[in-house]
Structures are given as C-alpha cells and as structure tokens.
C-alpha cells in the first residue's frame, strides 16, 4: 500500500496568512493526488483534484502543486471559514490511501 | 440535485452484522464509481471499498472476506453489508462518488456519514 504522510499535523494561523500543507507519498504517484477540506460534524469535501486542478466551486485562494512525491495545498490567504482539516488522498492505486490529515487552527 | 445519502447505522454487538445502504438522487450508481469510506472518532479517514461500473469490486485489508459492496440499480442504490463486525469497526461511515480525472479519481460528492458502533 502506498503510505501518504501529511505535515505538520497542525498549524496556527491568522486571517490573512499564506498557509501551506505537504503531502509525502511513499513512491511515485505522478499527479493522482486529490486534496480534501473537513470541518466538523461534516464530510470532506473535494478541494483539488489531479495535484492542481481546482473543483468547480472552490475558492481560487487555493491551489495544489506537485508531482511524483511530493505535494503542496497552499491558501493565499487564509478566511475564518478555511479553519478546518486537511487531507491528502492518493488515487494512483487500490487501496486509495488519505494521509493523516493537518488541522488548521486560528491563532 | 446530486446528493447521497446514507442509513442503516447504529449499535451492535461484536460478530453482528449490519446493512448500509447510500440512496443516490441526480447521477446514476451503476455509471459511477462508488465508494465507502470511514472515519473512525477523532481519526482520519480510511478507505474501505469500491464498486466500479462494471461491478468490479475491492476491499481494505481490514474488512476482506467480512464486508461486501454491492448496488441496486432499479433503486440507484449503494450497499455495504457487514459481517463479522468488531470493536474497530467503529466509525462513521461515507459512501461517495468517484469522478474521473486526468489523474484517476475524485470523491466529489459525499453522503452525510452514518455512525456505526460496534459494542457489547
């Protein structure tokens, strides 16, 4: 099975800071990597799909980049409403694995 | 409006067994790649099946030869019996849709969850 491994596993942030989250892949998985956004009580939603192509929908103050294996979600500028967890998902190979997830947190 | 939506959750007993079922509205089930996915109190999310269009399914290691997906097309329904059920079984479990993408799949749409708890 393909490992993802997430960091950090949380973050504090300010309204208006540029955050960035990376996910590790434990081998080469092109760019099959989807980018999902959790709050609580709720279920995950599709923010970025195939590494950097944004879900209709999405803010554009997010963006994916990365191939092989390594990977970034960065938000421009973080809004209240973005604090919530993060996961990456591989979609390369069955099973289709998440990482840990990274909580981002207000400061 | 695409949506999912789940029931059949609820309280049983270690080596009980339980039905899911995930109602679609808006897109077909049997055109669709279909998943569940779960979530374990205060974890990550775990991938445990698939059923493609053409009716191929695969498992998690974790549920292997204990849980089966299966669809219902007349009723645009998702399955997920489960057999054999244990303590770590525990979670709150999404169906969810798998769209294609230049690179493989995407969960976009996502039922609500259903908690399962497995407890004597």
């Known amino acids: 099975d393909i490992q993802m491994t997430q960091s950090p596993s949380s973050l504090s942030a300010s309204v208006g800071d540029r955050v960035t989250i990376t996910c590790r892949a434990s081998?080469?998985?092109?760019?099959?990597l989807n980018w999902y956004q959790q709050k609580p009580g709720k279920a995950p939603k599709l923010l970025i799909y195939?590494?950097?192509s944004l879900q209709s929908g999405v803010p554009s103050r997010f963006s994916g980049s990365g191939s092989g294996t390594d990977f970034t979600l960065t938000i421009s500028s973080v809004q209240p409403e973005d604090f919530a967890i993060y996961y990456c998902?591989?979609?390369?190979?069955?099973?289709?694995?998440f990482g840990q997830g990274t909580k981002v947190e207000i400061k | 409006e695409v949506q999912l939506v789940e029931t059949g959750g609820g309280l049983i007993q270690p080596g009980g067994s339980l039905r899911l079922s995930c109602a679609a509205s808006?897109?077909?089930?049997?055109?669709?790649?279909m998943s569940w996915v779960r979530q374990a109190p205060g974890k990550g999310l775990e991938w445990v099946s698939v059923?493609?269009?053409?009716?191929?399914?695969n498992y998690a290691d974790s549920v292997k030869g204990r849980f089966t997906i299966s669809r219902d097309n007349s009723k645009n329904t998702l399955y997920l019996q489960m057999n054999s059920l244990r303590a770590e079984d525990t979670a709150v479990y999404y169906c969810?849709?798998?769209?294609?993408?230049?690179?493989?799949?995407?969960?976009?749409?996502w039922g609500q969850g259903t908690m399962v708890t497995v407890s004597s």
């Open positions: 998902q591989q979609s390369y190979s069955t099973p289709e694995t």
């Open positions: 059923i493609y269009s053409g009716g191929r399914t």
């Open positions: 081998q080469s998985i092109s760019s099959y």
């Open positions: 195939a590494a950097s």
């Open positions: 969810a849709r798998g769209t294609v993408t230049t690179y493989g799949r995407a969960f976009d749409i």
């Open positions: 808006g897109f077909t089930v049997s055109s669709n790649y």
